[in-house]
């Protein structure tokens, strides 16, 4: 409620405009109600702050089955899935979060007892990229009272009049987070000081890990090319002089946009397959991606594509899942493709992986063959192509571009299904973050 309100202000102080949504995860009878009680103190803000474009309430619901287990992380999931459709949906390119000193204490508190490193007790950022993948892409998350007390804000609520809702999940002790605020409050009672400077550890630690992944960001635009096809090629050498921790950063920021996976892999992890890249010519599979050390001839460079196994099913193991795309619809393919199709379209397709049998060179026609002579042999598998959905026909490859879809003037007569390769995206992404993209202050 505090965010909302500081929100509005700014909004009418630099001529912007805010939405609003609360998530209603299906867990809590009262949660409609709260939502709607939402909704109502957003037209009352807008009221009372006489806004040009009041404050749009929705709400979003977490629908379906719900875990047995887990409950706070897949709700979490769920929440920001929901939230980044909603935001995109809208034209916002971030989302303000209202996580507070408190929030950021917790967070450090919570990897220290959980036994992380000095790399996983980095805190939360004021600037973010969207922890959900492909629901996030291009959407930022902010945190502008990051350095605020939560009781600071009870204080400044109660000051203005301003009523609040207390979400009783946040107090239900069989929740680890819970428990850990009761700890935390336990012990600040004898040591006043403990949130701020367990809030100033986190924000440090951050700042160092931003540090080196702008490093890396720098390495990777100069070092890194993909092509349309999603297959990326990083020269050996730059990483080889940059220091470890910058060259892990570089490598584990790759396999992410290659792979297309949800989250990067295990720094330590990325680290064992530096050594084993470094060392001698040699593949290796990790995070859904495939990275080969090429020959002399290509200067020992970095060959890096989708994991074959990962994209088409792995012997004796499930495939993807297909997906069906109607005309005039935009699906995402695998984390890796945004796949648009015209409204000409005579009739819904089928999208999914070519599969194994295009390593071997075995595909349905010779003009699918003949438009794959230029793939290296390991990203072949995991492109998709076009099946008629009525009988499972194999039509052809999308058009593949590097442009993005939504710029190209659709020509309503013709018939066409573009697909573009989102790895640069991410990685821009992280960029966008680290500068503050074109963030509003409040």
Known sequence: MALLRLAARGARENGSRIIAATVDHGLRPEAAREASWVKDQCARISADLNLTDPIQHETLHWTGPKPSTGIPAAARQARYAL????????GADRILIGHTMDDQAE????RIASGAGARGLTGLRTLGVCPVWPEGRGILLARPLLDVRRADLKSLLKAEGVEWLSDPTNEDDQYARPRMRARLAAMSDHAPGLI????????????????????????????????AFGAGLLA????QVADRETRIAALSLTILAASGESHATAWADVAQVWDKLSAKACAVSLGGARIGRLGKAH??????TRDPGAASGRAGGPAPADLTLPPGQTVVFDGRFEIKTSSALPAPIRIKALGRDARRGLYPSETMKAALGGVPAHARPGLPQILFAKDGAAASLPRFIVKQCDQLPEKPELPWVLARFLGEDRIAAVRKA???????SL
Request: glycine fraction near 6%; charged fraction near 20%; charge should be positive.
């Open 83 to 90: 939230l980044a459709d909603w935001a995109r949906r809208h």
């Open 236 to 239: 050996l050498a730059p990483l």
């Open 434 to 440: 680290l500068t503050g993209g074109q963030s509003a």
């Open 299 to 304: 200067d020992h460079a970095l060959l890096i």
């Open 107 to 110: 967070t450090v508190a919570f």
């Open 196 to 227: 701020p400077r367990l809030a100033a550890l986190g924000a440090k630690l951050s700042a160092a890990q931003a540090g080196t992944e702008r490093a890396a960001l720098d390495l990777l635009e100069r070092h890194l090319r993909f092509d």
